[in-house]
């Protein structure tokens, strides 16, 4: 799920903002750091950051969460302008609800907000294409990103959502 169970901005103490940061912003600043030195010296590579439809438009039960997806946002759009005359591109994909555990597990983000089968109807219906994303969904546009294909994508912050980016409850 990258971080505590959901609660509204008023009961996200600091230490849920510190497991948002290292799980969702710090981790993927770490992992850079060790894959430049390589990429610049081969003078190619392509990272791809997995961020959320909430760091485009916050999740009101996720304050914490959604702040440090915007801001790995904000990071690769860095890496991308600050490396992309290295040979290095840097994209993220933003999805939207996913079918994984932590929607649909026990004690998931489903659980947290009610009955699970209205929690997920409610959710999937609030995109055109009425459903969760499917893991391999996501999956295949990383893939992409990861390509020779996308040999010319860099910057960009890739929707995965279903077609829309609604407030997630």
Do not use: H
Not at 39 to 66: C, D
Not at 91 to 118: C, F, I, K, Y
Not at 123 to 139: C, F, M, Q, S, T
């Amino acid at each position: 799920m990258g971080g505590p169970p959901t609660a509204p901005f008023e009961k996200a103490d600091d230490g849920a903002w510190d497991i948002a940061y290292q799980l969702n912003l710090m981790s993927a600043v770490r992992a850079t750091r060790a894959a430049l030195p390589r990429m610049r010296e081969r003078r190619q590579g392509v990272i791809v950051n997995v961020s959320s439809s909430a760091g485009k438009r916050p999740s009101l039960r996720m304050p914490e969460y959604s702040v440090m997806k915007a801001a790995l946002l904000s990071f690769s759009r860095l890496v991308a302008d600050l490396y992309g005359g290295d040979g290095i591109r840097c994209n993220a994909v933003t999805p939207g609800p996913t079918a994984t555990e932590a929607w649909v597990g026990e004690g998931g983000l489903a659980d947290q907000q009610g009955s699970r089968e209205e929690v997920l109807a409610k959710v999937g219906a609030g995109r055109p294409l009425g459903r969760l994303a499917k893991p391999d969904e996501i999956a295949a546009v990383i893939v992409f990103l990861s390509s020779d294909r996308a040999s010319y994508v860099t910057g960009a912050a890739w929707s995965v959502d279903g077609g829309t980016v609604p407030i997630i409850i």
